[in-house]
């Protein structure tokens, strides 16, 4: 279940307050904050991948990585 932006905000500031008092027994902020920074990095993947498939680039490589932008969005939902 996707949450909204507002709870994923407020996830984030849970997580950074946790990290930074040490209440992290579990790693469970730490590990948030490290999944919400891969996730924006692949987000920005993910966009320039569908910039260059816009280019009008063919092949093989071309329908993989389609696939690949699709099933991305599809996971992230």
Known sequence: MKPT???????IVAAET??????D???VGKTLLH????LQTLEKVCAA???YLDSGQ???????????IET?????Q
């Open 25 to 27: 027994e579990h790693h």
């Open 72 to 76: 991305a969005r599809q996971t992230g």
């Open 18 to 23: 946790m990290c930074e008092s040490g209440e």
């Open 35 to 38: 999944l919400y920074q891969r």
């Open 58 to 68: 063919q092949g093989p490589q071309h329908v993989q990585l389609e696939v690949a």
């Open 5 to 11: 932006d507002n709870e994923l905000e407020m996830a």
């Open 49 to 51: 991948a569908q910039d």
